[in-house]
């Protein structure tokens, strides 16, 4: 969430209060959709409302996975979400219907679900205020599904935030949490049922094509040094400004490190400016689709934000076992265990020291690439991950016609 959409939030948080009846860019393993299978016993097929509030890496790979799996199991799937989403994570290709994020649209697709299931607390809000049409005894009940969080926000911008997460998590009937601080962080909000749902990070299909990590390298002028990188919007919760600021300290390095940053964001003319005016080893690589690919051909991989739940960048580090520097923040020492190096956010001098630290020894950067792998491998699967939502759903149904 940005300052700038605080007052439009505001107004809809005001109207959001839960009725009684209330109370009870990696892309998918499967680019092609499966033919769906029949619903069992005969009953009309599960129609299900994807709700997203922005287009999110982490929230919308998800949501394409799921979109995925569900409509395999013969579940109907409808997206709601930004136009730019589906353009970028061709929810349609996955076997969904897609309507854009309008009000009256997602209304209407809301009025006509079984359950709708909301990805952020954003998108939680809305699809909250669209259920609040329906007549009670028709309503579908709310699943929430909450990636991130601010849980340390302050200020204006911190009090709403807060305001946004209680009437979000007391107007769903279940509240999924991405790590158990965001379960927890549910339950602190009122959330009546908060569990556990680790999202997976979608695997390619078949035998992955052997990446060249020299040419990679060669794109991006580090072939004879070391290669360092960062991926993630170029926001101000991603603590790039305090990655900058170790940056600095590499310049003194022989060879000096390259930190690319891929991503795209509001940050980015400012971050540019300074890069330029400090000399920094640097470069801003914009939106990238190939990231994945940038990933593996880097020697560190670095998370340096203020908060994360159930990092995308960490997930996929740690699975193609190049080593990895992050903040001991959120989710993030849940999810890494001891096969990452773990730093305390804001502290640039300690970032600083674990990078070059890494980049100097080989041997325990391999080490930490085999520990990545092998934490990697004790993850959820995808299918795991829809089995578990899909439970969800069908325990609500359950709940619904009893």
Not at 299 to 309: I, N, Q, T, Y
Request: net charge positive.
């Amino acid at each position: 969430m940005v300052p700038e959409r605080a007052c439009g939030l505001a107004s809809l948080a005001t109207s959001l209060t839960p009725s009684p009846s209330q109370e009870l860019r990696p892309v998918s393993s499967s680019p092609v959709p499966v033919p769906a299978q029949s619903p069992p016993y005969g009953r009309p097929p599960l129609r299900t409302v994807q709700v997203l509030g922005g287009a999110g890496a982490g929230s919308s790979t998800h949501v394409r996975s799921l979109t995925n799996g569900l409509a395999a199991r013969g579940v109907r799937v409808t997206v709601c979400a930004p136009a730019e989403a589906e353009g970028e994570y061709d929810f349609t290709g996955a076997g969904a219907s897609f309507a854009p994020d309008a009000v009256s649209t997602l209304r209407a697709a809301c009025a006509g679900a079984d359950v709708v299931h909301a990805h952020g607390v954003r998108a939680g809000m809305r699809a909250a205020l669209a259920l609040r049409g329906s007549g009670p005894g028709r309503r579908a009940p709310l699943v929430v599904t909450w990636h991130g969080g601010a849980p340390d926000a302050e200020g204006a911008l911190g009090r709403l935030t807060r305001l946004l997460e209680r009437r979000v998590a007391r107007a769903a009937a279940v509240v999924l949490g991405a790590s158990t601080e965001l379960v927890d962080l549910a339950r602190m909000r009122g959330a009546r049922d908060a569990r556990l749902a680790p999202v997976a990070v979608p695997v390619p299909a078949g035998p992955e094509a052997a990446a060249d990590p020299g040419k990679a390298r060669a794109e991006l002028g580090a072939v004879e040094r070391p290669l360092v990188i960062a991926v993630g919007s170029l926001v101000p919760r991603r603590g790039y400004f305090v990655l900058l600021d170790a940056a600095r300290a590499w310049r003194v390095l022989d060879p000096v490190p390259l930190l690319v940053i891929a991503g795209e964001g509001p940050l980015r003319a400012e971050l540019a400016r300074r890069i330029e005016a400090e000399g920094l080893p640097v470069r801003l690589l914009g939106r990238r689709r190939d990231a994945a690919e940038l990933l593996a051909a880097a020697d560190v991989a670095v998370l340096p934000s203020r908060w994360e739940g159930r990092s995308l960048l960490a997930q996929e580090a740690l699975r193609a076992g190049v080593a990895l520097v992050a903040t001991a923040v959120g989710g993030v020492p849940e999810l890494v265990g001891d096969a990452a190096v773990l730093v305390p956010y804001g502290d640039h001098g300690a970032l600083s020291a674990a990078v070059a630290g890494l980049l100097g020894d080989p041997a325990r950067r391999a080490a930490l690439g085999a520990a990545g792998r092998s934490r990697a491998a004790t993850w959820p699967s995808e299918d795991d991950t829809v089995a578990q939502v899909l439970s969800v759903y069908d325990e609500l149904m359950a709940r619904r016609r009893s």
